[in-house]
């Protein structure tokens, strides 16, 4: 049987990891085994530039702080296992695809994003959107375009007019 202090520490684990899941609006599951620590410590470094969290529990503690939430990864839950919890959606997805894409040793195995089951194929959707300083150089070419053809357009018809033309 368990000792006192060992049960005391386990249920401070699985308190820990339920905070980390009431604080963050994505959860991600991935396998890490034969990376090299430096690599870990890597990602672990990008993660927390961005205010996620990298942490590696045993997977018995958190499939119960898992259940005690609703959090159904029972299927993913063997091998070696990290957990990154942020409370930015796109921006863990985006720095652990890349790592992933370098790296053949993580793999993403699925998450929870805003309380939903994401699924590997749900998960490269969202690492597939470009970031917000992107999204923001999409549109200001947009509205650029929309500035430019009215100039052109306008040129035109001062060139016209000055023709003698009527319109």
Do not use: C, W
């Amino acid at each position: 049987m368990a000792s006192e202090k060992s049960l005391k520490l386990k249920n401070e684990l699985v308190n820990e990891i339920n905070t980390k899941i009431d604080n963050s609006k994505t959860l991600l599951l991935v396998d890490y085994q034969g990376m090299s620590v430096e690599d870990l410590n890597g990602l672990r470094d990008s993660l927390k530039q961005n205010g996620s969290d990298l942490k590696i529990y045993k997977n018995t503690l958190a499939t119960r702080a898992f259940d005690s939430k609703g959090i159904k990864l029972d299927e993913y839950m063997s091998g070696p296992n990290a957990y990154i919890f942020s409370p930015d959606i796109i921006e863990p997805i985006k720095i652990v695809s890349e790592v992933a894409k370098k790296n053949d040793n993580l793999q993403i195995k699925a998450g929870y994003i805003d309380g939903e089951f994401a699924s590997l194929e749900t998960i490269n959707e969202y690492a597939s959107i470009p970031s917000y300083e992107g999204l923001l150089t999409m549109f200001a070419g947009g509205l650029i375009e929309h500035v430019r053809n009215l100039s052109i357009a306008l040129n035109l018809y001062a060139e016209n007019l000055e023709k003698g033309g009527n319109e």
